[in-house]
């Protein structure tokens, strides 16, 4: 600790040159903080849901319905305990910025498919019992102070015109990658808004057995085969693995663009520790020659240059961890999108190492510095 | 038994495929709480004398020992913990780190010993009170006087009371009046504090302050 002063002047000495790279390395560790949970969320979202449930979709893209018939005749497959479906709604709340998935769905089906979501009874019970009322998650109610009871107003734009939900019910995901900023309201309300011009998007098929998946989604699209609205029929998990990948390989984009950004700050690091070094060439000679170690003085330049990177890392990543904490409004993009501490701490080691890494040339020349030349430079 | 041996010392140095010797066989004795000067033309090899007894260099051959312990036997890593306690270093151009105040310079050595911040603080105090620079001990070298920024580097070399002071040129950058001042100051660390000193100077008024003056020439040491 006796040593931290010295530490402290050195960083001083230049004042704006320490606060660009304190700068430098913040901005670098803002990004790779922020990326990396964006890998973390979609790969999470690629882990989600059940293998027991599978999506029935339209063969043709999800944008296109399947007919209400199908409700029945999926039911009547052979493995199949139950089925429910929904559709995309796609309103605006107030601003478009304020985006957030809202699904119509079949009421009395779809919440005893989705045991993730954690209701309390009475809420449960008010939100069936009432065609306007409408499920948030719990997410969503703190994004935008919502209160139970509270009118909402979406503003449809695939179907069009203002629609009034009330909120009665909210959920807590037993898992943060399940979401906790989606809307959920009844199908039958959609059905008489639209004059029942509307069928379903997608259905959800809750399996019996998990392990005769393979089997259930080949009589399931065989059925459909040779109708007009072929189906498309895979484990909810693999549909939203595939819904992931529509982002493009964002792993490999992100940690490319980490490990360039990582060697370029690196550059950047070192290159502010060697200038260092380099103006304080006669000052270490006179520190070795008052006897100072050489081991002494290459820890002092290392974790001088440690500081550098430990501050703006720790700026960087909080910084990020305060932007995209919970209830951040990526979370609505992505599910379950936040900055975890396991990333603050990968970011502050990564820091630390950028800290070494660039450190150690100068930390070498000073220990190594040959003190006699050193001190004739001086004179 | 001589506080400083300096026994059939020879230094050469190497420049490409020349050789360039500096002494050949020198023999020297310092009796504790001397004061000696050392004169000479420029590269006859003084300063290489001084830092060959702070053990800042290594001869090409010979011992050199101060106070019993054998400096020219020892490893880098000993040399410097060994220098810490037992020399006491004034350059010519003082050298002292411009962002640290008087105070915090004079302390630089004790940061390699034990001591407490308290009792560091005394030392310090107590240095800086040699020298007549109590009173700055706030200022940052860019604040002081040459002659005061000499007197500051002065009481670091003398802050962790250490065996020998060894100066190289002290008032080489210094007008007469503070050069009067420096000389008058290491005199009195010599009869006070019975320091032992060995002094290069190229002014032969300066050297004439010490107990005596040697010349070194051409490599060879004469008193």
Redesign the interface.
């Known amino acids: 600790m006796?040593?931290m002063?010295?530490i402290w002047?050195?960083l001083?000495?230049n004042k704006r040159r320490t606060i660009l790279t304190v700068l430098s390395v913040m901005v670098a560790l803002f990004l790779f903080t922020t990326l990396r949970s964006v890998v973390t969320a979609l790969d999470a979202v690629s882990e989600v849901g059940s293998e027991a449930r599978l999506i029935t979709r339209s063969a043709t893209g999800i944008t296109f319905p399947l007919p209400q018939s199908y409700f029945e005749r999926l039911k009547a497959q052979e493995g199949v305990q139950a089925v429910s479906w929904a559709n995309w709604f796609g309103g605006i709340y107030v601003d478009q910025s304020n985006f957030f998935a809202q699904f119509a769905i079949d009421q009395d089906t779809y919440l005893d498919m989705y045991p993730e979501m954690a209701i309390p009874d009475d809420q449960k019970q008010a939100f069936l019992g009432e065609r306007t009322a409408v499920l948030v998650g719990s997410g969503l109610m703190q994004r935008f102070g919502w209160t139970l009871g509270q009118n909402v107003t979406l503003q449809g734009t695939i179907f069009p015109g203002d629609w009034e939900f009330t909120v009665r019910a909210v959920y807590v995901p037993d898992d943060p990658s399940f979401g906790d900023e989606m809307f959920f309201f009844h199908y039958d309300y959609l059905y008489e808004g639209t004059n029942g011009n509307i069928i379903p998007g997608w259905f959800v098929v809750q399996l019996e057995d998990p392990t005769a998946a393979p089997t259930v989604i080949d009589r399931i699209d065989r059925q459909f085969e040779n109708s007009s609205n072929p189906t498309q029929t895979e484990t909810e998990k693999a549909f939203n693995a595939g819904f992931v990948t529509m982002w493009g390989n964002i792993g490999f984009l992100v940690k490319a663009i980490g490990t360039a950004v990582f060697f370029a700050i690196l550059l950047v690091t070192a290159n502010t520790m060697m200038m260092a070094g380099r103006e304080r060439i006669?000052?270490n000679a006179?520190?070795?020659?008052?006897?100072?170690?050489?081991?002494l003085l290459f820890r002092l330049v290392l974790v001088e240059s440690v500081l550098i990177t430990l501050v703006g890392g720790a700026l960087g990543t909080f910084g990020s961890r305060l932007m995209f904490g919970p209830g951040n409004a990526v979370n609505s993009i992505i599910q379950g999108f936040r900055v975890q501490w396991s990333t603050v701490i990968l970011a502050l080691v990564i820091a630390i190492l950028l800290g070494v890494v660039s450190g150690m040339v100068p930390a070498w020349q000073a220990m190594k510095l040959p003190?006699?030349q050193a001190?004739r430079r001086?004179? | 038994m001589a506080l400083v041996e300096i026994q059939d010392l020879t230094k050469v140095f190497h420049r490409d495929s020349q050789e360039i010797p500096v002494f050949d066989g020198v023999n020297l004795e310092i009796e504790q709480g001397e004061f000696l000067s050392l004169m000479g033309p420029s590269g006859s090899g003084k300063s290489t004398l001084l830092?060959l007894l702070?053990g800042?260099?290594k001869p090409t051959a010979g011992r050199i020992t101060v106070g019993g312990a054998e400096v020219t036997g020892m490893k880098?890593?000993q040399l410097?913990?060994?220098?810490?306690?037992h020399?006491g270093?004034v350059?010519?151009?003082y050298?002292l780190?411009p962002?640290?105040t008087a105070f915090?310079n004079v302390e630089?050595?004790l940061?390699?010993t034990r001591l407490s911040?308290r009792e560091r603080r005394e030392h310090v105090d107590t240095a800086l009170g040699v020298v007549g620079l109590t009173d700055r001990s706030d200022h940052y070298p860019r604040q002081l006087s040459g002659g005061q920024e000499q007197r500051v580097g002065i009481a670091?070399a003398i802050v962790s009371d250490p065996t020998m002071i060894l100066a190289d040129e002290p008032t080489g950058d210094l007008d007469a009046k503070s050069a009067d001042e420096i000389l008058a100051l290491l005199k009195r660390l010599n009869e006070e504090f019975n320091k032992t000193i060995l002094m290069v100077t190229h002014d032969a008024h300066a050297a004439e302050r010490a107990h005596e003056v040697m010349h070194l020439d051409k490599g060879v040491l004469s008193r």
């Open positions: 006796k040593f002063r010295l002047v050195n001083l000495r006669g000052e006179v520190l070795k020659t008052l006897g100072f170690q050489d081991g003190v006699i001190l001086v004179a | 830092h702070a800042l260099d880098r890593r410097a913990a060994w220098r810490a306690q020399i270093f350059f010519q151009f050298n780190l962002v640290l915090q630089l050595p940061l390699l911040s670091r």
